[in-house]
């Protein structure tokens, strides 16, 4: 287990899955019956952009640097106000930049309400202690330190019977994707009308497409992929260094019984992120490039 987060806090990828992440979290707050999250790979929470780690990569500058630059406006800026008011309530260091960037366990602490729970597995045993130092002790969240795999096998489905698993793995060791795969099939059975949210990275198009087909062989209905590329000019120079990682050609969230509502905010939400995301390079603009299709329909 080499995979720290907090080379990567707050990169492209990150704001990506936590806009989606913090919609998904308000449309279960639109009725008042309890809901559970369980975020199966929590990481620890609150992520130091001042660290020597995160200083070493510096990718949250072409992140939620860009988007701090450019925030939304009108519709939109109340569409992503959730996400803009956990970031916002992070720390601010010196010449009032961001000194701190949410990771989901924080998001969804933020955005959940007294009746609703959080479920957090992180099995790396120091970043577990430091996701203990930042949520023991809070009634809302359960902290296990735990293979998230195995604990969404043991704890689906929840006892609220509302809710949404966030699946986001470090795909260090190549059998991410067979994990996830095996792990929607079983909580399917289990939980039918379960949300599951699984962040991806797209290294390779052609095992992007595979990993595309072994998800609608499972013939579960209402899946819906969004992604986000960045064109070569906005690749970080350290991506794929520091953790002996390929580069990351981009990422996607699947989203697995998405509210139907999500897919119309996707169009609006992504074209902003396409143009805050953009890169400046010799005078030319390079935009991020997203795409948004149902893989299987309801
Ligand atoms: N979800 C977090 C966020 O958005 O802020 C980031 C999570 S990071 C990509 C992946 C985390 O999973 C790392 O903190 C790593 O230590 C942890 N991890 C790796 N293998 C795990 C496993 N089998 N079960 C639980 N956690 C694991």
Redesign the pocket.
Known sequence: ?N?R?IYHAGNFA?VF??IIFARLIEYFKRKDKAFRIL?????IGDYDLTSIEAKKTLEWQNGIGKLLKNPPQGELAELLASYFDVVEAQSNGENNIKQSYP??PRIARHLIRNQDRLSL????KD?FETLKQNFGGDYQVKLFHL???QGLNAHIPPKEGRGMV?I???FEDGKDLDQIIESVAKMHKHWRGGTIAIWYPIKDNNQNAQFHVALKDLEIPNILASEIYLPDAAKPKAEGRMNRRPAMLGCGMIMINPPYVLHGELRKILPYLQNALAVEKLGKRYPAKTNLKWLVEE
């Open positions: 287990m995979y987060h990150d899955k936590h975020d199966s790979h929590a990481g990771g989901s597995y992180e099995l790396h970043d293979n998230g795999w966030l986001d793995p470090p």
